[in-house]
């Protein structure tokens, strides 16, 4: 989903909206945050991606119909 410093998925993806931040388990060890974006595609569709703050890797949430 991630390549360089650009978002794939069936083609590139733009950030459109976001972040939205997600913050779970602050009050413990092990701390868990997520930012939220919307994306638009080379195809038109609207994607909800996040960035796991922790790995920095990249994943895809949810397409929007």
């Known amino acids: ?3 360089g410093h ?4 069936r083609g590139e993806l733009h950030l459109l909206q ?3 931040r997600i913050d779970g388990n602050w ?3 092990g701390h868990h ?3 939220y974006y919307m994306a ?4 038109g569709g609207l ?5 796991d703050l922790t790995s ?4 895809l949430q949810g397409i929007f119909s």
């Not at 638009?40 to 195809?43: A, D, L, P, T």
């Not at 920095?56 to 994943?59: D, E, I, L, S, T």
Request: proline content about 3%; overall charge positive; glycine content about 10%.
């Open 40 to 43: 638009k595609g080379e195809n």
């Open 33 to 35: 945050g997520r930012n």
């Open 27 to 29: 009050w413990q060890h």
């Open 47 to 51: 994607y909800w991606v996040f960035q």
């Open 18 to 20: 976001g972040p939205e």
């Open 6 to 9: 650009k978002l794939f998925y």
């Open 56 to 59: 920095k890797a990249w994943f």
């Open 1 to 3: 989903m991630h390549r």
